[in-house]
């Protein structure tokens, strides 16, 4: 049994971190978005490339949130990314602990 309460602890170890990295790409991408729009260095790119795939996606599930070209997307998927740590991340830690 504690091979599978290891499993799981570990796996919410990997999605919990997983998912502050991604918070912490969108903030970075967010924050350069204001100073260099038009950026064309390499970590920019690299940056946008990461973070567009899911902010497009709701961006069209949610085209309210673009409104004269300002954009409320980031802001969503910031707590999109919040709930997930919160609900997905602590249900896995306390299931962990209860095996």
């Not at 069209?60 to 707590?79: C, H, K, N, S, Y």
Request: positive net charge.
């Amino acid at each position: 049994m504690f091979v599978a309460k290891n499993l799981v602890f570990a796996l919410a170890t990997v999605i919990d971190l997983a998912l502050l990295l991604y918070l912490i790409c969108l903030f970075a991408a967010v924050v350069i978005s204001w100073f260099a729009p038009r950026s064309r260095h390499p970590l920019v790119r690299f940056l946008r490339a990461i973070v567009e795939p899911v902010l497009g996606r709701v961006r069209r599930a949610m085209p309210f949130l673009v409104m004269q070209g300002f954009d409320l997307t980031p802001i969503v998927v910031f707590l999109i990314i919040h709930f997930l740590r919160r609900f997905l991340v602590e249900t896995l830690y306390d299931a962990a602990a209860r095996m």
